[in-house]
């Protein structure tokens, strides 16, 4: 690794670090709406604008390490690496469909994928294992978290990520 590779990957690693905590804090110090089965935070801001700076494994490494920490640090119930599994996948999926390319349209399709496939499929597979009740019962009241989430991610992604577009052009210009 020559010098501008190693200062480039200090500069990520450090800005990672960083929304590992910020995330942490947004997913398990401040959530909105907590309840066993049901929860609406903002952890995953922390997660989409990793993957949009260090790409798909910058985003898996990122969403794994807020619940893993995040369970170890805060926990909610016994600690299940199925969850850890899932925020990895999210963060996979947010990497591979928002570096380098983020617009509205890959937003939705990146916000949708990861509620439909890993909250209301996965983790909802993952608490009815965990708390042994009935899969199909849990869909039901998932089903109105994923709907909430979808719409709140997608906005907050964008305001967010547009800002985040806005301060990189402005440190290019500089």
Do not use: H
Request: aromatic content about 8%; proline content about 3%.
């Amino acid at each position: 690794m020559n010098k501008i590779d190693k200062k480039n990957f200090t500069k990520q690693l450090c800005a990672l670090a960083l929304l590992i905590a910020v995330g942490v804090v947004l997913g398990r110090l401040v959530p909105v709406i907590s309840v066993w089965n049901t929860k609406i935070e903002f952890s995953f801001v922390a997660v989409m604008l990793a993957a949009c700076i260090a790409g798909p494994i910058g985003g898996m490494v990122t969403g794994a390490m807020i619940d893993f920490i995040g369970a170890i640090l805060v926990p909610t119930g016994p600690y299940f690496p199925g969850f850890t599994a899932t925020a990895a996948l999210t963060g996979l999926v947010f990497g591979l469909l928002l570096y380098k390319k983020c617009n509205i349209g890959r937003i939705v399709i990146a916000v949708l994928s990861t509620q439909i496939v890993c909250e209301f499929l996965l983790n909802t597979l993952f608490i009815s294992i965990l708390y042994t009740k009935a899969f199909t019962v849990l869909l039901a009241t998932r089903a109105i978290q994923v709907v909430v989430m979808s719409v709140i991610e997608i906005v907050f992604a964008e305001l967010v990520l547009d800002r985040a577009k806005l301060v990189q052009r402005i440190k290019l210009a500089a």
